[in-house]
């Protein structure tokens, strides 16, 4: 299972390793050699955080537009569970299965494609983790090159440091090293902070108050206190080069999302009213989100926007019951 594993990620090992490489040349024309060699070996894996997150910006919009109508369809959803409520039998279950799966065809949903960034994120992490893991071994001679990191490359990022610590150290492997210490922790922290900051900004502003008043809601609010704990466990273990990713990564996500909760807010959320409170001060009317499929429901489409293909009627005067009596 190991070496399927390394055979699967090193076309991304190898990418990384010619960005890294790059990003390293570049810093260098910039003059940081010598003392500052760590730090142009730090700043190239800053770099290479930044080109994985741009690679993985149309999927964010994708995962951003899907997550806005999956609240859009949620009173629908309500419905549906409803209608079911108490039915345990196998018939019931599936009929209730099947008009969910129904409803996210019609609407163009993907319930998990809030998932897709990480996931398609993780095979970065774990090759760079493994990239980083063996310098050590590079450097002595003990494990082939990878791309441009041969063994004398691997040798100069193994003997440079920031900080008094290697990119390569480890909080469990410091040797006492109150440097790599200090430096991994520090990080870990910063870490935690920045997860924990994305989260509650997203559970605070961008989600209506009737989706957080259920059970996957309450599971998020106790994750949202749990990771800094699963972060100090694991960080300790992750050589520094790969916090600085961990870090860099959770500070773009941070601002991607200040960007995309000013902007395109989940419906019903605080975040939305205070768009529109913002764009009603500037004269301008906000633009409402139809979900095809459910142009039909009163329930999907905000109370003062009419529905998409439909002319709103005049409202009259209400009409007498009994029509008056003609004189003679």
């Not at 996931?119 to 990878?146: D, T």
């Not at 059970?215 to 972060?231: G, N, R, S, T």
Request: proline content about 7%.
């Amino acid at each position: 299972m190991g070496d399927f594993l390394q055979t699967l990620l090193y076309p991304i090992k190898l990418g990384e390793a010619w960005v890294m490489y790059g990003w390293h040349w570049f810093f260098e024309t910039l003059g940081l050699t010598g003392a500052w060699a760590g730090w142009a070996w730090a700043l190239s894996i800053v770099g290479l955080t930044v080109v994985v997150r741009l690679m993985l910006i149309p999927l964010f919009v994708r995962q951003i537009h899907s997550s806005r109508r999956m609240q859009l369809i949620q009173p629908e959803m309500q419905k549906i569970q409803k209608k079911y409520k108490g039915k345990r039998d196998p018939e019931s279950q599936k009929a209730q299965q099947a008009e969910i799966m129904d409803l996210y065809r019609r609407t163009g949903t993907n319930p998990f494609s809030s998932c897709l960034p990480i996931l398609i994120q993780s095979p970065f992490f774990f090759a760079l983790f493994q990239l980083l893991n063996n310098l050590k071994a590079q450097a002595e001679g003990k494990a082939p090159p990878i791309g441009p990191i041969t063994q004398e490359v691997a040798q100069t990022i193994e003997s440079s440091t920031i900080f008094g610590a290697k990119l390569s150290d480890t909080f469990v492997h410091a040797n006492g090293n109150l440097n790599v210490q200090i430096l991994t922790a520090v990080l870990i922290i910063l870490m935690s902070a920045t997860t924990f900051t994305t989260q509650h900004q997203l559970m605070r502003k961008n989600m209506p108050a009737a989706a957080l008043d259920n059970p996957f809601a309450k599971q998020q609010k106790v994750l949202l206190y749990l990771m800094p704990l699963f972060f100090a466990i694991s960080g300790i273990n992750f050589p520094i080069g790969v916090l600085i990713y961990w870090l860099t990564t959770n500070l773009w996500t941070m601002g991607q999302q200040f960007y995309v909760i000013r902007n395109m807010p989940a419906p019903g959320s605080a975040a939305e009213q205070a768009q529109r409170d913002r764009l009603k001060r500037k004269g301008k009317a906000p633009k409402e989100l139809v979900v095809p499929g459910l142009v039909a429901d009163d329930a999907t489409v905000p109370d003062d926007a009419p529905k998409s293909g439909q002319r709103q009627q005049p409202k009259g005067k209400k009409r007498a019951k009994n029509p008056p009596s003609k004189k003679r």
